[in-house]
């Protein structure tokens, strides 16, 4: 368990230091921004829809590591994917962390169970897909 948590915590440092599509310049057709005022976490999701499917998507912001994470997560996973699994994957997403139900230990956003023990910080992972599902709203 405490190498699967080591690794857990490699792949969030990972993420926050060399973050996938953060300010990347992209013909958007669909953006929302989301903050988070407990701990001043400010995300903004840009996508290019195309016919339903995710064919670009970036993001910008201000945020603590967690955030700026879960935002490259999003950003590496959703290309080629359609809209609609952005509200499927926030959802799994806000079960594990709030229901405590369980992710495989190989899904890219398994890393983010992380935040479990600290509930404020719970926000912080969910905020960038919450910003994605509202900008295909």
């Not at 958007?28 to 195309?50: F, Q, Y």
Request: hydrophobic letters at 40%; a negative charge.
């Amino acid at each position: 368990m405490r190498e699967l948590q080591a690794l857990y915590r490699e792949a969030i440092r990972r993420h926050a230091a060399q973050p996938v599509g953060l300010r990347k310049p992209i013909e958007a057709t669909h953006a929302h921004e989301c903050s988070n005022p407990l701990c001043g976490d400010r995300v903004e999701i840009r996508m290019k829809l195309v016919s339903g499917m995710i064919e670009d998507i970036a993001f910008d912001g201000e945020a603590c590591t967690i955030c700026m994470a879960s935002a490259s997560m999003l950003c590496e996973q959703a290309v080629g994917q359609p809209a609609d699994r952005l509200r499927s994957r926030h959802e799994s997403l806000r079960t594990a962390l709030h229901d405590q139900a369980e992710l495989a230990d190989d899904d890219p956003l398994a890393p983010l169970l992380g935040v479990r023990p600290y509930p404020s910080r719970i926000r912080c992972a969910t905020l960038p897909w919450e910003a994605a599902v509202k900008a295909i709203s």
